[in-house]
């Protein structure tokens, strides 16, 4: 598995703590949020990494993105 980018590890642990991302403005925001997570761009390599899915346009981390998201909070 490669590793994510800070910019992605970001992004998926706001996706693990809020359970999934909305799009607002060709941009992901947490549930309730104001300021952008990351870009479409990026979370679309997400989507093709297989740590992210998106579905009626919410993007939900995957059990991949899970161990993604974990193993770079432990170094």
């Known amino acids: 598995m490669k590793n994510p980018s800070p910019g992605m590890r970001r992004a998926l642990r706001q996706a693990q ?6 799009v607002r403005n060709d941009r992901l925001y947490y549930p309730g949020g104001n300021q952008p997570i990351c870009s479409i761009q990026l979370a679309r390599e997400m989507v093709r990494s297989g ?3 998106k579905q009626d346009g919410e993007y939900q981390i995957t059990p991949d993105g899970q161990l993604a998201a974990e193993s770079e909070s432990r170094h």
């Open 17 to 22: 703590l809020y359970g999934h991302l909305i």
């Open 51 to 53: 740590w992210m899915t």
